[in-house]
């Protein structure tokens, strides 16, 4: 089996790196098997973004704190762990955003898209859900839209629910709302189209975030579940993505 390594930056991950090339040997990523980022969830977004297209598996190894969407360090032979492993498809987000002055961005999202105020001012946000109108104005921090894998990350901080990966589920979650002051959000079907407005954006301007990357001075974004960027990632057989999630709703 054929190994690409890369790691965070981080001592730790570059040291695991190193010891698991002399073991297993290092390919570059478009020959490789498997590309095997070394560090925590961040490093294995990157390496997502990255590598996706080569439509080659992902086994991400834990070097870094939480490390949720990652496996954990293990003696055993890796290529035993592997090949034991479950695959789980990961569907991320694409974006599709306009500025003020009309620019168009867009971007792919494994975590969540999340829009968020510039400045002291709250942002104003009109939400539509399937091109209707399911809130005409709502005054908050921010607004994120998180696809299962990213459930338990910004989105369980804002108090999100957080979702099976075999639900095809979408969380869309308010930051900080101060009117409805008692709106927790909605879970929505994946295939759903979702469209913020950023009302007032002259005066209250926000910006928006794709997993990592952010634009600013945004009036209008679209956001749906993309089918042509899901990604295969590999967890240990004993330490499986659905097990995580049902034990972090147990977890206080």
Not at 136 to 151: N, Q, R
Not at 156 to 162: N, R, Y
Not at 196 to 206: L, Q, S, T
Not at 222 to 237: A, P, Q, T, V
Request: proline share 4%; net charge positive.
């Amino acid at each position: 089996m054929k190994f690409f390594f890369n790691c965070s930056d981080s001592k730790k991950a570059m040291n695991a790196k190193k010891k698991f090339i002399e073991e297993y040997g290092q390919y570059n990523a478009d020959n490789a098997d498997v590309i095997i980022p070394i560090g925590g969830d961040g490093c294995l977004l990157k390496n997502l973004h990255d590598y996706n297209y080569l439509k080659k598996p992902f086994f991400g190894i834990n070097y870094g704190s939480i490390g949720f969407l990652m496996n954990p360090q293990s003696d055993e032979n890796l290529e035993n762990i592997i090949q034991k492993s479950q695959v789980t498809i990961l569907y991320p987000l694409k974006m599709k955003a306009v500025n003020k002055s009309n620019k168009p961005f867009s971007s792919i999202a494994y975590n969540e898209v999340s829009l968020m105020r510039q400045t002291h001012q709250a942002a104003k946000i009109n939400i539509k859900i399937n091109d209707i109108e399911r809130m005409k104005e709502l005054i908050c921090d921010g607004v994120l839209v998180s696809t299962a894998a990213g459930s338990t990350a910004y989105n369980l901080s804002a108090h999100g629910s957080i979702i099976p990966l075999d639900s095809n589920l979408l969380a869309l979650t308010p930051i900080s709302s101060f009117r409805p002051r008692r709106w927790r959000g909605a879970l929505l079907q994946q295939k759903t189209k979702i469209n913020f407005n950023a009302i007032d954006y002259n005066k209250r301007p926000v910006s928006v975030t794709a997993d990592n990357s952010e634009f600013r001075d945004i009036k209008a974004v679209e956001i749906k579940s993309s089918k042509n960027h899901g990604c295969r990632i590999l967890f240990d057989s004993i330490h499986s993505m659905e097990e995580k999630i049902l034990k972090e709703q147990f977890y206080s």
